[in-house]
């Protein structure tokens, strides 16, 4: 089993639509997650960290369930501009090592039309 | 503040060639890394760096050697390339504990003939 898994899509939407994409991750004792933005030929951006109550930034909410190890990313009132992959990442424990380390999902692709 | 850059951005090797990827951050991180990206395999980490002097395996080493001589650089090199490497590469940086996440450059796209 993949250590993050998100459904690839791709997710079209109209502008104004309401969208929400779903990741889980495979270790219970992972220690901090993000949803990445990355457009297309471009480097991933951090959109937003994802904390335990859940958390808001303007259009976008990202929602954590531990105990389902369930991440979530919902965006209102979809964009043109919010047009791209979305990437799930999760820090965990890396094999034979303490050091964490960040593991990406592969990815969410989301088409907005006008 | 240019955060993390790369050089080059495209680079174009024949089978066997070697090279060295740059990249730079002016964020005083301690933590740097290596990913290639290729289609449908998303982001695969190929060696990571927690401090000047230091370097680590990551998931796909093979084929790949770095250096951290200095805190703010971190250099991939492919001693002899392989049509395999063909790719997109990444380098990012973070703080230790990567609680705020890291930071990517724009990217070195390498095709190996």
């Known amino acids: 089993r993949k250590e993050v898994e998100q459904d690839p899509g791709p997710f079209n939407v109209p502008e104004g639509a309401t969208v929400a994409f779903n990741c889980t991750y495979s270790?219970?004792?992972?220690?901090?997650f993000f949803w990445y933005r990355q457009d297309c030929r471009k480097e991933p951006k951090l959109l937003m960290s994802?904390?335990?109550s859940g958390n808001e930034d303007g259009r976008f909410t990202a929602q954590l369930n531990r105990a389902s190890q369930y991440i979530s990313l919902l965006i209102r009132d979809s964009k043109l501009s919010d047009s791209a992959t979305y990437l799930c990442?999760?820090?965990?424990?890396?094999?034979?090592?303490?050091?964490?380390?960040?593991?990406f999902g592969r990815g969410t692709q989301l088409t907005v039309w006008p | 503040n240019a955060g993390v850059t790369q050089t080059p951005k495209f680079r174009v090797l024949k089978t066997g060639q070697s090279m060295t990827l740059l990249c730079a951050q002016d964020m005083n991180h301690e933590y740097m890394y290596w990913y290639r990206q290729d289609p449908g395999m998303g982001l695969r980490l190929i060696h990571y760096?927690?401090?000047?002097?230091?370097?680590a395996k990551g998931e796909v080493p093979d084929g790949y050697n770095v250096s951290r001589l200095k805190k703010q650089n971190f250099l991939l090199g492919l001693e002899s390339a392989a049509p395999s490497q063909t790719s997109v590469y990444f380098c990012?940086?973070?703080?230790?504990?990567?609680?705020?996440?890291?930071?990517f450059g724009p990217g070195t796209r390498l095709t190996v003939t």
């Open positions: 994802v904390y335990s």
């Open positions: 760096s927690v401090g000047e002097g230091t370097t």
């Open positions: 270790n219970s004792a992972s220690q901090s």
């Open positions: 990442v999760v820090k965990m424990a890396d094999r034979g090592s303490t050091l964490g380390r960040l593991y």
């Open positions: 990012a940086s973070s703080y230790a504990g990567q609680l705020r996440g890291q930071y």
